[in-house]
């Protein structure tokens, strides 16, 4: 099966911790743009709200968005993630349709969540672009610096986590009961991964994963779509830590999280989000000492702090101390930041690491 740049990424995770991107939706905050500028001409009659929306930007204020790509390759990232953490058929239908799946006294219908949501022909078209459109701009601003910097960069396309579980029931007196199938989240997934690759996308990153099982039914479809294609993209796998070291809903450790996901053979598994870098540290060094692959990180700026200038209570010379930390333990091959985290977080932690010898990876990568 051909490969794209595989090959190329695993020998620079092995040359010197790469760098990630920071948060998309700490960095929107800071354009102070409002409800009207979140929906643009195109949405202005929408019925629901879409400031909180930050996917629909790439349609709507595709400036912003590129613009913050553009400001965290100039802080020292390799790789940015594409602006589609909640852009599937599923996450989208909070925005655009009016109380999709409740019915009676709070039960979830599925049959109507399959026609109204699944099936909509509208959703299907607006996750299709978003996450062509986002691919595309992170693109552009990949390309840009590395032809004006003769270094490659890379666009990571962002899968997130769902707003429906696979693991938990949403009626508390129907355990047995689930919103969706696994079929049709694969299928939701299906289609963003094809659409993040149609629009330039080198890597898959799922990414903070609280569900185990919502992120195996990504796992699938990625698979799948490989399949389809006759080629494979290189992939990350990145889960949200609690304070006791399983990811928050489906109750796993993380060497069960590398024992659930290893055999996707991903080019990096690791840590994202959670309770800042502090709290994570532990659970990345019991993922480092079994996974057989590079090893990434990027946490949240320490916890949400509304008197702090960016809403997190780290600084980024604090994110710089800890992620030195954690490389000077030999646990980093790919770094960054999640909420909270600025370009001016990444320029901290790029030039922190910037000597830091990576993670050695196992003999059998």
């Known amino acids: 099966m051909e490969t794209d740049c595989t090959a ?30 979140a929906r643009g001409d195109r949405f202005v009659d929408n019925d ?7 996917d629909i930007l790439s349609l709507t204020r595709p400036d912003v968005i590129g613009d913050i790509h553009k400001r965290f390759f100039e802080a020292g990232s390799d790789i940015v993630e ?66 004006a ?26 355990s047995g009961f689930r919103t969706v199938t696994f079929d049709q989240v694969k299928e939701a997934y299906a289609q963003q991964v094809h659409s993040l690759l149609e629009g330039g996308s080198d890597i898959l990153m799922v990414e903070t994963i609280f ?15 490989f399949d389809e294609l006759g080629r494979r993209f290189p992939i990350v796998i990145s889960a949200a830590v609690g304070r006791g070291g399983e990811t ?47 090893i990434s990180c990027y946490p949240n700026a320490g916890l949400p ?15 710089a101390r800890f992620m030195a930390d954690f490389a000077d333990d030999g646990l980093l091959n790919l770094a960054g930041g999640c909420c909270g985290n600025t370009p001016e977080h990444v320029a901290a932690i790029a030039a922190a690491l910037r000597d830091k010898a990576p993670r050695p990876l196992p003999a059998a990568v």
């Open 248 to 294: 928050m809903i489906s109750a796993q450790k993380v060497e069960a999280v590398w024992n659930a996901f290893r055999h996707v053979d991903p080019l990096a598994i690791g840590l994202n989000c959670s309770l800042g870098p502090d709290l994570m540290k532990p659970h990345l060094e019991e993922l480092a000492n079994v996974a057989e692959c590079a």
């Open 149 to 174: 910097t003769g270094v490659p960069r890379y666009v990571a396309g962002a899968i997130g986590p769902l707003t429906v579980s696979l693991t938990n029931s949403p009626d508390p007196e129907d």
């Open 305 to 319: 702090n509304p008197l702090a200038p960016t809403g997190f209570d780290l600084e980024p010379a604090d994110m």
């Open 48 to 54: 629901k709200d879409l400031l909180n929306n930050g």
């Open 82 to 147: 594409t602006n589609t953490f909640s852009a599937t058929t599923i996450s989208q239908s909070e925005f655009f349709v009016e109380d999709p799946r409740e019915t009676g006294a709070g039960r979830k219908d599925p049959e109507f969540f399959q026609s109204k949501v699944l099936e909509s022909a509208f959703l299907q078209e607006l996750a299709h672009e978003i996450n062509v459109v986002s691919a595309q701009l992170a693109r552009k601003e990949a390309d840009r610096i590395a032809e």
């Open 8 to 37: 190329d990424l695993e020998d620079l995770l092995g040359q010197r911790i790469a760098i990630l991107d920071g948060a998309m939706g700490t960095t929107i905050r800071s354009y102070g743009l409002d409800e009207a500028a």
């Open 211 to 225: 569900d185990s099982l919502n992120a195996k039914a990504a796992l699938v479809a990625i698979q799948e779509v």
